[in-house]
Nanobody, 124 residues
Framework: QLVESGGGLVQPGGSLRLSCSAS????????IVWFRQAPGKEREAVSC????????QYVDSVKGRFTVSRDNAENVVYLQMDNLKPEDTANYYC???????????????????WGKGTLVTVSS
């Protein structure tokens, strides 16, 4: 399973680092996609990192503010979120799909594992 952590309440302009940890399997040959869903809105893919970090993608709205990284030795993927805005408020969750190549679309197709999410609230 996947477990996210690191969410919370932060003021606009602040930072949070989310973690996505795997238990029961190793993340080595999985691409990881971070999603978010705000109340009343559709789920949105925020970032994708392929298995060896060679291909990283971001949705336009977070480019330059969010940074995804992974530590396969520690079996964890991170989403560093800086300069947070109120519109970033959402439940953030990660998903994993088996993939040993560079393909890393911002899509939810065929994911093997999903986490339950961690809530991020950006408010003054």
């Amino acid at each position: 399973q996947l477990v996210e952590s690191g969410g919370g309440l932060v003021q606009p302009g602040g930072s949070l680092r989310l973690s996505c940890s795997a238990s029961g399997f190793t993340l080595d040959y999985y691409r990881i996609v971070w999603f978010r869903q705000a109340p009343g809105k559709e789920r949105e893919a925020v970032s994708c990192i392929n298995w060896n970090s060679e291909n990283i993608q971001y949705v336009d709205s977070v480019k330059g503010r969010f940074t995804v990284s992974r530590d396969n030795a520690e079996n964890v993927v991170y989403l560093q979120m800086d300069n947070l805005k109120p519109e970033d408020t959402a439940n953030y969750y990660c998903a994993a799909r088996t993939s040993g190549n560079r393909f890393c679309p911002l899509q939810d197709t065929g994911m093997d594992y999903w986490g339950k999410g961690t809530l991020v609230t950006v408010s003054s």
